[in-house]
């Protein structure tokens, strides 16, 4: 079954609210199976929302609209569609009594509220349509099959449309769809996106189901392996091969196949599984890193410290770079991200340093450093790699990059240091 | 003129990504004056978004398109938009030369990547368009001028098509564009959004031209006031009294009328006009507050030091809190936040200190103190203030709402200075 997705509003075509409902409902529809191939917003216009219900119809077998159910004269949703479908609108008791208790409870707990006229439109349906209560607001969703097309209306806003859709609609759909789509994560980093392109081309090639998607983030590519399959079973073990074989392609560079599992959040997990505390020393990220590490719940187990050094002086005083690297090679150096990472481990006794220093931009750059020229260090368990990187875009993209670069960093450190280990036992 | 937006990516229909690029579109084309009735999602389809093209450029004036630039096999938005239009598609030597100079970047910067062939689809321009140059990627944007309709292609990623936009399709699409719309920015901090709606409900009761707007911020409101007119001067003429009235309401609460000052960059210029060195200790947020202060240009004039003192043995071996503190009060606990923000500018030297300790959650937290208390300290020339907040929302909402409150109690904390200093000169 195909689905379709209109989201009526004025306010989402003056920017003035980004469409949270759209990704939400996509999502869920495609955890139901439903292919979706169209979603499209529109004003609170009758005539434009009456061309776009009629185009949807023709072409998907489940529409669903959200917004414009409300009580105001600007929420037309309910009379365009019911207009569409050649339906007349009639009053549901049973709705007209929950909008009066809610209304009731509603100006008992306001003060000086008063129940409006305008209230009632919400308890009118189209003749033969289902109404879905509303457990958060006044007006009800409702549901129209005619013919092959289900039509689904839901209110706007996200607390009365997610229970609303959880509780009823979803339950509603999953009958009326036999095929499942399952998905599985695989994130990959240190690699750049058009490399991971190039290293599965002859996946791509070949797919139909499952299907492989990549995203590029920064520093990262998430590829997606979806399938179809008539129960999530089946489908599983569809994807299981392709993730084997994406397994076997990416090896280490794959930190996590876990959906919701962030870089940071894998890094905070090896280092506690190694047991290493950890130490941070950034000069032009100002606290950037650290402060991705610390979004990692439990983060408190494996950060030890963390010292932002912005100024020379900074540097000297917490985490002991020498006068002299300052003098003749300047903060922005090798060797100043050297000295800061081994300070770092040093004055806190921790057993590793990450560390920053680099010119974030718009001012400082010199010629042999240009804006974008990062180093970023690595001092583990006594041995100190540092790499450089020249980050293209603006200073917070610069930024971003850099604590990006050193989480990726700071990961094979410890996968090496990890593997050297095993190898001095064997 | 009429706009319509078109967001190519099968990303977006299956949710996983919410369509920000969409919201931030249709508000920049509200500010140009264009009059958007239709947004469209399509996927990576060429079938699909063949029709969907088509359809647009009967109905619009300018129709914008993002995603599907890239170098893979999936990124058809271009061959499609030229297929529409009647055009082939040719090589543009300068894009070639762009990606190539930006890819020889990324492969210096990223030892083991080289430069894939896919790469060089992005150089493909249709017949007569207009190359627009993308400082933050390698596919440049297309401008393509037919009849009377214009096409704007546009790459996906928000780092690229944003600063693309700013820079050089808003400047082109203001030139088409006959009516203008002017806006002026008011940002409010450290009031409520209801109650910034209650203090000009009557403004906004009577308003037509200009309007107001307001947008809620994490700490912040924003006030946007459009008016419309014939040209520029015009439009600003009657924009100019309502920013005079909301002077005049809010006062000290406003910190900028710059439509690009953050907060946290008004907070720095304060500093380095009052001459004031900080240093910033943080607990629960981890680096953020001092990450958003080291994201304004030439903080460095202004932060002396940053700390992480993530543990409460990072606390007293810093910034000297005293282990009885932490003993009988606990890490969150006024008395800690205090000694803190005092230890902070004693240690290091400086004017100013801004402490941060409280329970993020999802674990800690005390019967007194509950996930979500947050204390904040601020010394400043020797003055102490501590308050306590109790925020709502997951981790990461309690971390940006504590490094947000800290810039205002900080901000609070100069201005009062800055006052008590006038009144003893008087």
Redesign the interface.
Known sequence: MTAELICVGTE?????????N?????????ALGLS????????D?DK?LEE?IQTAVKRSDVVILCGGLGPTKDDLTKEVAAKVMGKKLAEDKHSRERIQAYMENYVRSHPGTKITENNWKQALLPEGAIAVDNENGTAPGIIMEENKTILILLPGPPNELIPMFEDKIYPYLRKKQPEVIASEMVKVCG?????V??DIADL?EKQSNPTI????KTGEVHL?V?AKAENDKAARKLIKPVVRELKVRFGANIYTTDEDKSLECAVVDLLRNQDISLT?V?S????????R???V????DV?????????N??KRK?VMVKKSTLKEYGAVSEKCAKEMAKGGCFV?GSDAAVSITGFA???GGTEQAPVGTVFIGCCLKGKTVVR??????????I?EQAATYALILLRECILENFERRNEEKA
Chains 1, 2 share one sequence.
């Open positions: 989402l075509l003056l920017g003035n609210i980004v469409n949270t759209g990704a939400y409902l996509a999502k869920k529809c495609a979706m191939y169209h979603q499209s917003i529109v004003g216009n434009r776009t690699i750049g996106e058009s490399q392109e190039t791509i998607a990549t995203y590029a997606r979806t941070t950034e032009c990220t100002g606290g950037a890193l650290s402060a590490i610390v979004d719940p439990g983060a408190s950060l030890k410290q963390g010292f932002v050094t912005y100024t002086r900074a917490y806190t931009g718009p001012d450089e990187f020249h980050f293209g875009g603006d200073r917070s993209k930024r």
